[in-house]
Each structure stands twice: as structure tokens, then as C-alpha cells.
């Protein structure tokens, strides 16, 4: 692997100063969309204040020495339903209730199946060429997509959620295969419009290795297992779709995921180290980088990196995009060290541990802080691997 390592770093992602996705959104941004929802102006209007709101931004991420450049998600209101919208056979719902974070809940916007579940014609195909055109040659274009895991974890988020998909579906197994269709779909289409770096943003992880969690989801299921059981049961599915929908993709087409523990308002979903799941996720799943999120001791210590696979990468999230203070400088260069014990540090990268803006409330930090996030990644970039 390490021979031909050096000439690719500039053509895939990760790269060494790295962000996950999702920028803050502009304030004119925010506005049209209130206007859009109130029926004040049309689709049209709304997607030129989006088109001008990503040039911009696009502009910025450059500036800023960013490599792998996003459209910021600036045209979903979530990182995940959007894109869970826009396959068909699936509804745009509304949960009894939001998904809880600590100290906040969401919009209880969610998703249901009613009817086969295909890719065709998805909606961020057009995005990504609007995106590609935007970037030509100046920078990588990556698109971010929620994993396959993530919309199964959707469809089974409560007992209503279950009725209802299986009131479609049969049994789990054509469940499974029609997602996994259904995403490789999208993705042949979006390699076909050029993309050659796709991210795969996960919390299904990160929401297994609570226990608090794992107790709901065991309840809601009627599951009779112990705790691991009912963890190892869901690690072996979100595997399955996971890497179900990387089987056979074109040779060319970097697939990386990034791992977090929820983001919404500066708020978090779960807590817990990777340990439970490191074996299955680092060992077995089959993508060429992880970004994690490692911000905050609800993350847990390095130590699961060990179980990384030979030649993978990982994406160091260790700046906060949930806060503005800025992260002292010596301290994430001595983090980066002690994870080095356990990845080669040309295998490292750097990057905020989630997207500013993972719904477009975004985060408690304003723009200027976000750049800044972005440039004291460069210097720490600059430092550690020169």
C-alpha cells in the first residue's frame, strides 16, 4: 500500500486539513428558506440564494486550503433525511417525537417506507453537477451522503417506525436488499456525473456503544438478549448495508464514513468510546478512512485504534465545530502523538470531529470562528507532517 500512497493524497480525500461536511449557513440563507416554507417565494428563488450561498462558499473552503470541497449541505435542512426524501418509496413524516440530545430534542421530522424502496432519480445527482461545475479543477469535489446504516436506523427508530416499514417489506433480508440497490444506484449515477469521493456520515456507531441506547432500542424491538447481544446484532446489520453498498463500486471511487456521536445546537445524542464497536467497524468494514469524532472525553482514549486495518486511514476529529474557543495548539499536537501509537502518522489526518451545521440551526459559533477552526488546522497541519 505505502508505495503508491504519496501521489494519491492530492486527488482523494481525507486530506490533512480536513472538515466533515457541513458549514454554518449565511443568514440570507436561512431567511429565504423561512420565506420558502411560508410560501413568500418559489423553489426557483430559494435555489438561487442557495447556488449564490454555495459559490461563496466554495470560494471560502479554497481560501481556506481546503482540498476536499462540499456544498456546505446547503441546501438540506438535515445530513441525513434529505437525502432519505429524495429515494422513492419513502415519505417525509413526522415522528411522535424529535430525536433527543442532551438538554434539547429536534424537529420530529423522520421518514417512512411506503412502497418499494429505489434509487432513481435522486435529487442530489443534480446538486453534486451543479457543485462540480462550480469547482472544476481548483479543488476535489466531495459529496456526503448519510449511511445505509443511518436510514435503516431511521426506519426502526420506534415501534410505529417498525410497524410501518415491515407493513411493506416482508422481512429484514428484502429490506436489506432493496436499500442496498437503492444506494448503489444513486452512487452509480453519481460516479457517472464524475464524483470519484464519496463520505458515508454514520451515527449508528456512536449510538451503539451507549447503553442507555442500546436499553431503548432492545425495548422498542422486544429483544429478550442481553445488552451485547442486541449490540452485536445491530453492528453485524449496519455491516451488512454498509458494506453492501460498497461491494462491486467502481475501483476509482474513494469511499471514506465519518463516525460521530450526534450534533444538533451544540448538543450531543450519545456517549462512549469506540471500544464496542472497534472490532467491527476498524477491522471489518470496508472503507478507506474513518473520521471520528475524538473532541471530547465522551469519545473515550485512542486505544481502539489498534484495530484499525493495515493501510486505513483516520481523520483525527479533534477540534471542536460545537463551540468557538479555539483549541489550544500544543495540546491537539500532543493528542495527534498519542494517536500515533496506534496508526502510523502518515496515515493521520485532521479535521473538526462533525460538520458546523449538521441541521441548518447549526452550531453555537459564528462564522469567523468556524475560519478559524479551519486555519489553526492548517498550522497544526503544517507543523505535524510538514
Not at 435555489?47 to 470541497?69: H, S, T, Y
Not at 449490540?231 to 463500486?249: M, Q, V
Request: with cysteine.
Amino acid at each position: 500500500m505505502s508505495t503508491n500512497c504519496h501521489c494519491h493524497h492530492h486527488q482523494t480525500a481525507p486530506f490533512r486539513v480536513d472538515h466533515v461536511g457541513s458549514f454554518l449557513r449565511p443568514d440570507r440563507l436561512v431567511q429565504a428558506r423561512k420565506a420558502y416554507q411560508k410560501g413568500e417565494i418559489s423553489r426557483d428563488e430559494l435555489r438561487e440564494v442557495e447556488d449564490e450561498a454555495i459559490k461563496d462558499l466554495v470560494d471560502k473552503q479554497i481560501a481556506a486550503g481546503i482540498k476536499g470541497v462540499t456544498d456546505g449541505e446547503f441546501r438540506r435542512a438535515y445530513w441525513h433525511l434529505d437525502f432519505f426524501w429524495g429515494l422513492n418509496g419513502v415519505e417525509h413524516t413526522q415522528a411522535k417525537i424529535g430525536y433527543q440530545f442532551h438538554d434539547e430534542t429536534t424537529k420530529a421530522d423522520s421518514c417512512d417506507v411506503v412502497g418499494k424502496i429505489t434509487g432513481d432519480n435522486h435529487p442530489f445527482i443534480e446538486d453534486y453537477l451543479f457543485l462540480k461545475q462550480l469547482v472544476g479543477d481548483r479543488a476535489i469535489v466531495r459529496q456526503t451522503i448519510p449511511a445505509p446504516a443511518q436510514f435503516y436506523f431511521e426506519l426502526i427508530r420506534d415501534e410505529e417506525h417498525i410497524e410501518q416499514v415491515y407493513s411493506v417489506y416482508e422481512d429484514k433480508e428484502t429490506l436489506f436488499a432493496d436499500i442496498i440497490a437503492a444506494y448503489q444506484t444513486v452512487i452509480q449515477d453519481l460516479y457517472t456525473a464524475g464524483l470519484r469521493n464519496l463520505q458515508i456520515d454514520d451515527c449508528t456507531w456512536g449510538a451503539i456503544v451507549d447503553n442507555q441506547l442500546i436499553e431503548l432500542f432492545a425495548a422498542a424491538g422486544g429483544h429478550t438478549q442481553t445488552l451485547e447481544e442486541v449490540r452485536a446484532d445491530f453492528a453485524a446489520d449496519f455491516l451488512t448495508l454498509n458494506n453492501g453498498i460498497i461491494k462491486d463500486l467502481p475501483e476509482d471511487l474513494v469511499v471514506n464514513t465519518h463516525v460521530c456521536r450526534g450534533n444538533f445546537h451544540s448538543t450531543w445524542a450519545s456517549q462512549g468510546g469506540y471500544d464496542a464497536v472497534a472490532d467491527t467497524l476498524f477491522g471489518e468494514e470496508n472503507v478507506n478512512a474513518y473520521y471520528l469524532e475524538y473532541d471530547t472525553d465522551r469519545a473515550g482514549d485512542f486505544t481502539p485504534l489498534a484495530k484499525v486495518a493495515d493501510g486505513k486511514k483516520v481523520v483525527l476529529g479533534l477540534l471542536t465545530s460545537k463551540f468557538g474557543a479555539l483549541e489550544d495548539k500544543e495540546t491537539i499536537i500532543a493528542r495527534i502523538k498519542e494517536a500515533a501509537q496506534y496508526v502510523p502518522l502518515e496515515n493521520l489526518y485532521l479535521s473538526p470531529q462533525c460538520g458546523f451545521a449538521s441541521t441548518e440551526e447549526g452550531n453555537k459559533l459564528t462564522e469567523e470562528q468556524q475560519w478559524a477552526k479551519i486555519k489553526l488546522i492548517n498550522e497544526i497541519a503544517a507543523e505535524v507532517w510538514g
